[in-house]
């Protein structure tokens, strides 16, 4: 079955500097990546999405790409702002949803 | 629009016990999920409905876990009986579609002791 790697496990960038985070999947059908915001004892909440017939899309601050060939996509906060703290996770559905083990971001201001 | 509503919210038992939770999703979406969020890691599916048909129960761990959503609309999850490995929060999301944007409820934190 699918399986979903995430790096790094936890980051922390300065307010203001820019932050990454990567995974990568095993099944080369999986054809849709969410990306999940969660804060402590909340849901986890959409942020933004690509499917496999779209190599990049951004939404003001936030941007996902992805290689179809490497089988990895990545998520890319820009000008990164204390409220971003949270835990984010990446998913990918091939016959179903698997998600990320999560990366636990710390913005210091 | 109404969000996906989960009840309880918080629920206590001892190992051995029983417990059922429901979930409402959103007027309209065909697809709902149950997941199991265990503290610190990423939600695991246990089972994916399309209306009131199991798409997807690979994960379920069927010897004590059953989900059913017999009108295709509200879904319910019993665990009988109750390990102390099951304490976790239990998500339910829907969407329209089957791989569509998921939108989770609140969640039910499930505590065994």
């Known amino acids: 079955g699918e399986n979903v790697e995430q790096h790094p496990s936890t980051l922390s960038v300065q307010e203001g500097d820019s932050a990454v985070i990567k995974c990568t999947y095993s099944?080369?059908?999986?054809?849709?990546f969410p990306w999940y915001k969660q804060e402590l004892g909340k849901r986890p909440q959409l942020i933004i999405d690509?499917?496999?017939?779209?190599g990049e899309k951004k939404d003001q601050r936030i941007a996902v790409t992805l290689n179809k060939t490497a089988k990895h996509f990545s998520l890319h906060i820009t000008e990164t702002q204390p409220e971003d703290s949270a835990v984010y996770f990446c998913?990918?559905?091939?016959?179903?949803?698997?998600f990320g083990p999560g990366t636990r971001l710390s913005v210091l201001p | 629009e109404a969000g996906v509503a989960q009840s309880p919210r918080y629920k206590i038992i001892e190992k051995r016990q029983s417990v059922a939770f429901w979930c409402n999703p959103i007027s309209g979406h065909a697809t709902l999920y149950w997941y199991q969020q265990i503290l610190g890691q990423g939600p695991k599916l246990l089972i994916q409905f399309q209306n009131n048909g199991v798409v997807d129960d690979s994960q379920l761990p069927k010897d004590r876990f059953s989900a059913e959503r017999l009108k295709g609309v509200d879904s319910t999850l019993k665990i009988q009986p109750a390990k102390l490995e099951d304490s976790a929060v239990y998500l339910c999301?829907?969407?329209?579609?089957?791989?569509?944007?998921?939108?989770f409820g609140p969640g039910t934190r499930l505590t065994v002791l």
């Open positions: 099944d080369s059908a999986s054809n849709y």
């Open positions: 690509i499917r496999s017939n779209v």
């Open positions: 998913a990918a559905y091939g016959q179903n949803f698997v």
């Open positions: 999301a829907s969407s329209l579609l089957n791989a569509d944007t998921q939108y």
